[in-house]
């Protein structure tokens, strides 16, 4: 039987953290991923539109196997500098690899697009790198949801985004996702209330998800927002022991969780990314069966997080809340 883990997040994979930072008058935010140990990692790119730092590392034939943190952040291009916030907090912590004298940190990260959700955009200086840092100070078992981190500046279609997260947990092995919900298309099935994720909901997380009344009826969508301007983010994580190859084919299989939550998705106007972390605490009994039920797991943890970070987030800046649709 699947059922969620006790907080039903990313953070019930045990040594994987979370932490959130956010600048309020921007209206943006980060999100760090914080392994307690190195993690193997691995990444998706989906999106016609990503931004992103440090994927080819995670190419399967690549040095590199195991990174130190992940950063997702708000601020197109400007928030990749989260990324460096994140290195410096864990370059503190001695964690790294060791290189001479100092220590280097490997921490990729993906960016969204939230420069027109609201606030003034004539800063000094770009607070991104700062808010990696505090979000990697941050980083715990319990973290926000909704309006935070990465979610803050995040809308969702014609709704407000948010960071949201799911967990499952399947003969002994653990799987969650962490989401920063920001797509041009739509997570609701039009004329509804009903998430088109509503299928996939476990322990009310989404309050109760009701089947539509009709068969959702295929209808033109209106592109409103330019080239670049979206973008979902998420991170898997499982304690799963896995190869390089074995996590690229969950991080492929988890983006099948994107297409269940979100119509359309992987839009020319999006720069939908998955990273995986595995912890390897637990290896796989069937390297085939197995990883067949943990990439489908993953894939609904991610289709779960999504639709909750968009049900979590509050209206901002004008843009209505879920709760707010009657």
């Known amino acids: 039987m699947i059922r969620p883990g006790p907080r039903n997040s990313i953070t019930d994979v045990a040594g994987i953290l979370v932490g959130n930072a956010e600048a309020p008058e921007l209206t943006t935010g980060a999100t760090a991923v914080i392994p307690e140990r190195p993690a ?3 990444v998706e790119v989906r999106g016609g539109g990503p931004g992103t730092r440090e994927t080819k590392a995670l190419a399967p034939g690549s040095t590199v196997q195991e990174v130190h943190g992940i950063a997702l952040a708000g601020g197109s291009a400007y928030g990749l500098d989260a990324a460096g916030g994140v290195m410096h907090w864990l370059r503190g912590q001695g964690r790294g690899f060791a290189i001479a004298s100092t220590v280097v940190p490997i921490v990729p990260a993906a960016i969204l ?8 955009k004539d800063w000094d200086q770009p607070p991104w790198w700062a808010l990696g ?3 990697a100070a941050a980083a715990a078992t319990g973290f926000a949801l909704g309006n935070a981190g990465a979610g803050l500046g995040a809308r969702a279609g014609t709704l407000k985004g948010g960071l949201g997260t799911a967990s499952a947990v399947w003969e002994g092995i653990t799987v969650g996702a962490l989401a920063a919900a920001n797509p041009v298309g739509s997570v609701v099935i039009p004329g509804s209330r009903t998430f088109w994720a509503w299928p996939f909901e476990m322990a009310g997380e989404l309050g109760g998800q009701t089947p539509p009344a009709a068969a959702p009826v295929p209808e033109a969508y209106d592109f409103d927002r330019p080239p670049g301007s979206s973008t979902t983010l998420a991170v898997i994580a499982t304690d799963a022991g896995l190869s390089r190859g074995q996590a690229q084919r969950i991080a492929l299989m988890a983006h099948d969780g994107f297409a269940r939550a979100i119509r359309p998705v992987h839009s020319p106007l999006d720069g939908d990314t998955v990273f995986v972390l595995a912890t ?3 290896p796989l009994a069937d390297p085939i069966h197995d990883l067949a039920q943990l990439g489908m797991n993953a894939a609904d943890c991610a289709a779960r997080a999504i639709a909750r970070g968009v049900y979590e987030a509050r209206g901002l800046a004008g843009w209505p809340a879920y709760r707010d649709l009657r």
């Open 280 to 282: 390897g605490a637990r």
């Open 113 to 120: 697009f939230d420069l027109t959700t609201g606030g003034p």
């Open 133 to 135: 840092h505090a979000a």
């Open 40 to 42: 193997l990692a691995a």
